[in-house]
């Protein structure tokens, strides 16, 4: 496989900016039914911190955000462009699926937008075909539906997937989690108060112990090939069920050193997040 590192964004320097006022139109835009060629529907939108996410008929369209943290820079046109490619292909991985296409909004010459004209390109967004939300593994975690046997299953698709992902020299091992240990203590001690300061310090503390005992092993297991290409947000509310398919989705395509770790890393979103749920 070709490597598709080369369309990921680099981490912005800098803490947030944000700059969305030229999106508001757009918005509106994908807000608005007839802009799909529906009459009488309706179009849900959600917004999260780096998108706006826009549910119509069997369709869902989502949108970055011009924002710019530091960690990710969709704060240009070329970089949600790049995003929303990215987007696309790595996602095909585990869910070609959903993720359909990419499209341009482009500015008609009387004015208003269009998907894919001849005008301006003024944002993209990535078009994925919509799912029922109860088929969300955190619903089923709720709702009781995590059987042995469907969780086999995804451990299935997972080890599949991590057995096929690019390998991905130069990132993993001893350093890179040293680095993310200190990241979150800088992080957090920014977000003091209302965090305390003593809990911090003891996690920090924990963490650079835990680095010691095990760090050899991390620099063994990035040599053996088993840091690479992954998820990076392997939690419950990306993965769905498609017919009797567990299918991950919203993969981080946005910085390489957050998707380009250990498997078992990759892994422990999960389990973290099945131990949180009991």
Not at 93 to 98: F, I, M, S, V
Not at 143 to 168: C, N, Q, V, Y
Not at 233 to 238: A, F, I, T
Request: with cysteine; net charge negative; charged share 25%.
């Amino acid at each position: 496989m070709a490597t598709l590192r080369g369309v990921d964004l680099a981490p912005a320097a800098g803490h947030y900016i944000v700059g969305m006022a030229d999106q508001a139109d757009i918005v509106a835009f994908l807000s608005d039914p007839a802009s799909y060629g529906i009459r009488g529907g309706a179009v849900e939108r959600i917004e999260t911190h780096a998108s706006f996410v826009f549910l119509v008929a069997d369709r869902v369209f989502k949108m970055k955000r011009a924002i710019r943290f530091s960690y990710l820079d969709y704060s240009t046109v070329a970089a949600r462009e790049r995003a929303c490619r990215a987007e696309l292909a790595l996602n095909r991985r585990t869910a070609p699926e959903l993720y359909l296409a990419v499209r341009s909004i482009t500015r008609r010459s009387g004015g208003g937008f269009a998907f894919d004209g001849d005008g301006e390109t003024v944002d993209w967004v990535v078009e994925m075909r919509r799912f029922e939300q109860d088929t969300l593994f955190d619903r089923l975690a709720q709702s009781g539906g995590l059987s042995p046997p469907l969780m086999r299953r995804l451990a299935d698709e997972i080890s599949a997937f991590h057995a096929g992902a690019e390998i991905t020299p130069g990132f993993g091992g001893r350093s890179e989690i040293a680095d993310v240990v200190a990241d979150n203590a800088k992080h957090l001690l920014g977000a003091c108060p209302p965090l305390a300061r003593d809990q911090i310090a003891a996690l920090t503390s924990a963490s650079g112990a835990a680095l010691a005992r095990v760090g050899n092993l991390l620099d063994e297991r990035c040599d053996r090939g088993k840091v690479r290409r992954c998820h990076g947000d392997l939690h419950l509310r990306n993965i769905c069920l498609i017919g009797d398919r567990p299918m991950l989705f919203d993969c981080i395509e946005f910085s390489d050193r957050i998707a380009c770790i250990d498997v078992l890393y990759d892994l422990a979103f999960l389990l973290m997040d099945l131990l949180e749920r009991g």
